[in-house]
């Protein structure tokens, strides 16, 4: 195949780097091998605008495909670029050739063309890396090099380097090996059926130098041994591996593609079906299911699906994994390239965008997009001048507890869930003791600024460290302290009507950030904004007096089946008694 282009041809201008790499379809025609290519540079090339410089970029086509676009660099004859794609041979395209062209931008009109490299894919099929400079390429006006590190990498190769990246993800101290711990917990985002006698003799097993950790080579060569153990991971798609390392690159490593569960739309078996909680929509009276993400299931089966597991979770390598892994996705989250993943999370979660207060594309990064506020009008306050109405605090998922011995009994397990040890106060414990507890879980689709839900003062807030554990009901109903535990900050309400509420913002796996937007003496209503959480799960308690307020009908009696209600900010949950 030649480059098919001529001096007048026009690149694209409006083609950008995908999104995922061009990837064969056809299970008859089996992958052959990954091509790995990175642009470096160009040197010496033609000064095609009037100011003597060119704006060149580089344009990858295969198959007649459009495969890849570089940035434009300005005013260069010598740009550097240093940009990598990577993309799936099939082995009826083993004999192809790879066009590597290279354009002048002009905007307004037609780009003017510099030349074209043609790389017979074939020759690279040899398991070295052709890092060198070819010759550019046009009829009768040839000048100008490019700095192209060209490899096709092996099943065998992509699958070593799949698995050591997945390794790599778990890596909490950063020391190139895994404990028992970060297996368990590589193993647990692969496949629940795995049981604790298992993954222990894989641990001895894989760990062939017994060292007591494994290397990522050893993590490896224990997965290409037992084949049966990625099984799971693949659903009967051999194609899988190859796909989601063809992806992966500094912003989506491997291990962040597997939590996204979007890699296949091969069914899942019953056994691996994603776990739904049901909650009662208010506004219907519907219940309605609510799945679990990822990366909640991860951390659930981890920790909470075995005894040992619920032994675990009071472990410090458990809370240093949780905060491993919180990091490492707030940084993905706050990174410009997140902004990529909006338009799939508004799809998946059918949220309504006419909410939205800034435009679509003032956006930075995902984060900014997660934590959005939303038009006025989108959350009406419910008898927003009567001061003895309290609203909910967010979007969420709520329990109303009318004394906090019944939300022990009911709902929150943790075996050390005392008021003490939730607010680290024995002053506050003597005036809430028989106090009403509110629980309002924001799932990681919702609005997630959190508001006032009362008329008064805003008095201190403490923050109090601590770990980052699911606040998912399936934890919460476990005998683990998510609530006392957790990273959260206790603010103090002054209220008229209420008395002093206790106002609890609590972080939870993949929260990294609680934000408060308010501050100490300010004088608020009802909906006014107290703060943020980033990207995540996380919580919202409000712990009233004793004898302070009746929270409405529907919210005690779905507390007590139990059941959490779905209403949204502003929505009414009780009224003051006194």
């Known amino acids: 195949m030649g480059s098919g282009a001529s001096c007048t041809s026009m690149a694209d201008d409006t083609l950008t780097t995908r999104d995922s790499p061009r990837t064969p379809v056809s299970l008859i025609d089996p992958i052959s091998g990954l091509l790995c290519i990175e642009i470096v540079e160009a040197r010496d090339l033609p000064a095609l605008d009037i100011n003597g410089k060119s704006d060149p970029f580089v344009q990858l086509i295969f198959g007649n495909e459009k495969v890849y676009k570089t940035k434009v660099q300005k005013k260069t004859l010598n740009p550097i670029w240093n940009e990598t794609y990577k993309m799936l041979v099939a082995h009826s395209e083993t004999g192809w050739q790879l066009e590597v062209h290279l354009w002048d931008y002009d905007r307004g009109k037609h780009n003017d063309y510099i030349g074209v490299v043609n790389i017979d894919i074939s020759l690279l099929f040899d398991g070295k890396v052709h890092d060198k400079w070819f010759d550019i390429h046009k009829p009768k006006k040839s000048k100008g090099q490019i700095h192209l590190v060209l490899q096709v990498l092996n099943q065998q190769e992509v ?22 711990l970060e297996f368990t917990s590589l193993l647990g985002s692969i496949s629940a059926s795995f049981t604790e006698d298992e993954i ?24 290409d041994q037992q084949r049966d ?9 051999p194609n899988i591996i190859w796909h989601v390392y063809a992806r992966a690159d500094e912003f989506n490593n491997v291990g962040s593609l597997i939590l996204q569960k979007n890699l296949s739309s091969s069914p899942k078996s019953p056994k691996e079906q994603n776990k739904v909680i049901m909650v009662q929509d208010r506004a219907t009276g519907k219940l309605v299911e609510e799945k679990v993400p990822g990366y909640i299931e991860i951390a659930l089966r981890i920790m909470y699906s075995s005894s040992s597991g619920r032994f675990a979770v009071s472990n410090h390598d458990v809370k240093r994994l ?34 939205i207060r800034d435009p679509m594309d003032s956006f930075h990064n995902f984060n900014e997009f997660f934590y959005r506020k939303l038009k006025p009008e989108a959350r009406p306050i419910a008898f927003h001048s009567d001061p003895k109405v309290a609203v909910s605090p967010a979007d969420c998922r709520m329990n109303a507890f009318p004394t906090i011995d019944e939300a022990t009994k009911i709902w929150i397990k943790g075996k050390n869930f005392t008021l003490y040890n939730l607010l680290l106060s024995d002053e506050l414990v003597a005036k809430y003791t028989g106090g009403s507890l509110i629980v309002a879980r924001l799932a990681p689709q919702d609005y997630h600024r959190f508001h006032f839900p009362i008329d008064g003062t805003v ?15 399936v934890a919460v109903r476990q005998p683990i302290d998510v609530f006392t535990e957790n990273k959260r900050i206790r603010t ?74 779905l209403i949204r900010m502003g929505d009414s949950i009780g009224i003051a008694i006194k």
Request: hydrophobic share 35%.
């Open 322 to 355: 949780l905060r491993h892994l919180s990091c490492k996705q707030g940084k993905k989250y706050d990174d410009p390239r997140s902004k990529k993943e909006i338009p799939s999370f508004v799809k998946f979660h059918n949220l309504n965008l006419d909410e």
């Open 229 to 237: 153990i990625s099984k799971g991971l693949f659903r009967d798609d």
């Open 200 to 223: 222990a003799a894989l641990y001895e097993k894989a760990d062939t130098n017994k060292d007591g950790g494994l290397s990522y080579d050893e993590v490896w060569k224990i997965i």
């Open 159 to 180: 699958e070593r380097r799949f698995w050591e990246s997945f390794a790599q993800y778990y890596d909490t101290s950063g020391d190139g090996s895994l404990n028992r």
């Open 492 to 565: 103090i309400i002054h209220s008229k009507c209420f008395g002093d509420v206790i106002y609890i913002s609590v972080g939870a796996t993949m929260v990294g950030s609680i934000v408060l937007t308010s501050h100490e003496g300010q004088h608020v209503k009802k909906g006014d904004e107290h703060g943020y959480f980033a990207f995540g799960g996380s919580t919202v308690l409000l712990l009233f007096l004793p004898g302070a307020i009746r929270f409405d009908d529907d919210l005690v009696v779905n507390s007590s089946k139990p059941i959490e209600t």
């Open 459 to 473: 008095g201190p807030s403490t923050p109090m460290d601590g770990c980052l554990y699911t606040v998912n009901p």
